[in-house]
C-alpha cells in the first residue's frame, strides 16, 4: 500500500522552530518528487517546498525562502522540512506529497510547486504559529 505519513507538526511561538517528517511506505521515496504544501483557512493549497528526485534541485517559496530547509534521508524512506525564524502567516496545515517518475511533469533541474501534478498525499500535519 503507497502511504505518506506526516509528524512533527505542533504549536510554537513566533521566531521559532519546527522540523516536519514525510515517512513513506509502499515505494522508494527517493525516486519521487517531493513536495511540501500548505493550506491556511480560505486560502487556496500553495507550494511551500520541493525536491526533485533527478538531481537535487529545489523550489521554495518567496514567503519561506532563507527560512524552510527541505532535504531527504534515503536509508530512511523520508524527507524532512526544517522551519525556522517561523511567523503567524506560517500557520497553516502541511501536507506532503510525491511525484510519481513515470509523471509527464518530471523534468531534469526542474521540480514542481503546483499541487494538482503531484499523485499520493500524506494527511496532513497542523502547524500553528501563535505567542
Known amino acids: 500500500q503507497v502511504q505518506l505519513v506526516e509528524s512533527g507538526g505542533g504549536l510554537v511561538q513566533p521566531g521559532g522552530s519546527l522540523r516536519l517528517s514525510c515517512a513513506a511506505s509502499?515505494?522508494?521515496?527517493?525516486?519521487?518528487?517531493v513536495g511540501w504544501f500548505r493550506q491556511a483557512p480560505g486560502k487556496e493549497r500553495e507550494g511551500v517546498s520541493c525536491i526533485s528526485s533527478i538531481d537535487g534541485s529545489t523550489y521554495y517559496a518567496d514567503s519561506v525562502k532563507g527560512r524552510f530547509t527541505i532535504s531527504r534521508d534515503n536509508a530512511k524512506n523520508t524527507v524532512y522540512l526544517q522551519m525556522t525564524s517561523l511567523k503567524p502567516g506560517d500557520t497553516a496545515v502541511y501536507y506532503c506529497?510525491?511525484?510519481?517518475?513515470?509523471?509527464?511533469?518530471?523534468?531534469?533541474?526542474?521540480?514542481?510547486?503546483?499541487?494538482?501534478?503531484?499523485?499520493?498525499w500524506g494527511q496532513g500535519t497542523q502547524v500553528t504559529v501563535s505567542s
Open positions: 506529497a510525491a511525484q510519481s517518475p513515470y509523471s509527464p511533469f518530471v523534468k531534469s533541474g526542474y521540480v514542481s510547486s503546483a499541487a494538482t501534478e503531484y499523485d499520493y
Open positions: 509502499g515505494f522508494l521515496l527517493s525516486i519521487y518528487a
